[in-house]
């Protein structure tokens, strides 16, 4: 009963959300587009979840995710004003970024065998349900400014603030591109089995790839702020969302726990977290 509820709950908090920040901007029969483009979020990844839940696999998780906010910016474009520059910058940055980490992720997984994320809920319908449901949420969250302005009654210029927010994405991406790429290449050799990467972004940051994928969608919501007014200002709420998920929940206290099972009582491994940043690019060596 209880996952139940989270399941009503986690949907709730999502739609509701699409439905405040959307209601001054593009509707379509009588529905904030926003609202729409949150239930398509959420019935793309239920869907999804049918043949996962029955397989037992999460293999195609991350590609559903991808597809899922491609279509979420496609839909907001086609049930809205036609777009600007502003409007077609942010799509491209959300289209961009989601192939992108949806394709890295997914072969990394196939590489893999498996995503070990799942090893103890794929077997509970339930459980699995719900992480599922809360890459919709995700998505509905963290494209929340970007679906604002695309769903926006008024189409502004290009001006400063789309020229801070253009250039804090172009920088975050690369961030986390360099990052992913990194990481991918050092896994890739035999020789670095079972270590830890302190090597590139790594030495800067123990997770820099996250400090990228903060900055970026901290970019958007600031290309978005000319066109925000009234209920729509809650959209900030993406940027806020990112960060608290990777700094707080499930991004880095995951991996730090599975890092110190992993390395904990390795003097090199207590000497890289000691000396360097755990989230903003510092100088090698620096202590944290």
Not at 60 to 69: C, H, I, R, S, V
Not at 83 to 105: D, K, T
Not at 153 to 182: H, K, N, T
Request: charge should be positive; aromatic fraction near 12%.
């Amino acid at each position: 009963m209880r996952q139940l509820i989270t399941l009503i709950v986690v949907a709730g908090v999502g739609v509701g959300l699409s439905w405040l920040i959307g209601m001054e901007g593009a509707q379509w029969q009588a529905l904030p587009v926003t609202f729409v483009c949150a239930l398509l979020a959420f019935a793309i990844n239920w869907m999804a979840a049918i043949p996962a839940i029955a397989l037992r696999t999460e293999a195609f998780f991350d590609l559903a995710g991808a597809l899922t906010y491609l279509c979420v910016v496609a839909s907001a474009l086609a049930l809205s004003a036609p777009a600007g520059v502003r409007e077609l910058a942010i799509a491209a940055m959300v289209a961009i970024w989601a192939v992108r980490l949806g394709g890295m992720l997914f072969t990394r997984i196939r590489r893999a065998g498996e995503d070990k994320r799942f090893r103890d809920i794929r077997g509970n319908p339930l459980r699995f349900l719900g992480v599922w449901n809360m890459q919709a949420l995700w998505v509905v969250m963290t494209s929340a400014c970007a679906v604002t302005v695309l769903t926006s009654s008024e189409r502004e210029p290009v001006d400063a603030f789309f020229y801070a927010g253009a250039a804090m994405w172009v920088v975050g991406f690369l961030i986390e591109v360099v990052a992913d790429a990194q990481k991918n290449a050092f896994r890739a050799r035999p020789e670095n089995k079972g270590r830890f990467i302190t090597t590139g972004l790594w030495a800067w940051s123990q997770h820099p790839n996250y400090f990228g994928e903060i900055l970026l969608w901290t970019g958007i919501a600031v290309a978005a702020v000319p066109v925000l007014q009234g209920w729509s200002w809650f959209a900030l709420i993406s940027p806020v969302f990112v960060a608290l998920l990777l700094l707080r929940v499930s991004g880095i206290p995951t991996l730090d726990r599975l890092a110190k099972k992993r390395w904990g009582s390795d003097p090199g491994y207590q000497d890289y977290v000691r000396r360097t940043s755990k989230l903003l690019l510092l100088p090698p060596g620096r202590p944290a």
